[in-house]
């Protein structure tokens, strides 16, 4: 089955610099990655998703991009806030007739003004 | 708490004890799941349904029960609770299958002392 790798596991930075989370997915056949912030007490959100027809995707100062031939794809967070600090969480779906969504590990930011 | 709401939101149990955790969509969307977050392992899906009357087991099943006896409901049961399962459980609900963004609820904390 599809298993999902995140890196890195927490990730610090000062407000107003990138921030850039990586994921490896193994199954070649997954073709849809969303990414997922959650914030302390809450559930997860989706902020931005990728299918596997496209290379990058922009909303703002977010953006993904996929490289299906290396099997990986990342969360790109420009001028970064106070507010973006949370657990960000990678996911692949499996297309083994079930759509299952796996998940990465998640990577804490924190953003220090 | 985008259209899923969960009940209870905080639970103690002690081991051996059994409880059902309720979980209710006002979208009348099609797909629900249980996942549980642990520290370190991101999301995991327990069980998951793809429409009323239907269930189906996920990553990490074995200890829990699902029913799916009305659309709008998904309850998970855990016949005798163990402390492995202390955990937080997360209820979403997604239209269907194709990539359409699965929605959490706010979390369900569950502790087996």
């Known amino acids: 089955g599809e298993n999902v790798e995140q890196h890195p596991s927490t990730l610090s930075v000062q407000e107003g610099d990138s921030a850039v989370i990586k994921c490896t997915y193994s199954d070649s056949a997954s073709n849809y990655f969303p990414w997922y912030k959650q914030e302390l007490g809450k559930g997860p959100q989706l902020i931005i998703d990728?299918?596997?027809?496209?290379g990058e995707k922009k909303d703002q100062r977010i953006a993904v991009t996929l490289n299906k031939t290396a099997k990986h794809f990342s969360l790109h967070i420009t001028e970064t806030q106070p507010e973006d600090s949370a657990v960000y969480f990678c996911?692949?779906?499996?297309?083994?007739?079930?759509?299952?969504?796996?998940f990465g590990t998640g990577t804490r930011l924190q953003v220090f003004p | 708490n985008a259209g899923v709401t969960q009940t209870p939101k905080f639970r103690v149990l002690k081991t051996g004890q059994s409880m059902t955790l309720l979980c209710a969509q006002d979208m009348n969307h099609e797909y629900m799941y249980w996942y549980r977050q642990d520290p370190g392992m991101g999301l995991r899906l327990i069980h998951y349904?793809?429409?009323?009357?239907?269930?189906a087991k996920g990553e990490v099943p074995d200890g829990y029960n699902v029913s799916r006896l009305k659309k709008q409901n998904f309850l998970l049961g855990l016949e005798s609770a163990a402390p492995s399962q202390t955990s937080v459980y997360f209820c979403a609900r997604s239209r269907g299958s194709a990539g359409n963004t699965i929605y959490f609820g706010e979390g369900s904390w569950l502790t087996v002392v």
């Open positions: 349904s793809v429409g009323e009357g239907t269930t």
């Open positions: 996911a692949a779906r499996s297309v083994d007739n079930t759509d299952k969504l796996i």
């Open positions: 990728i299918r596997s027809n496209v």
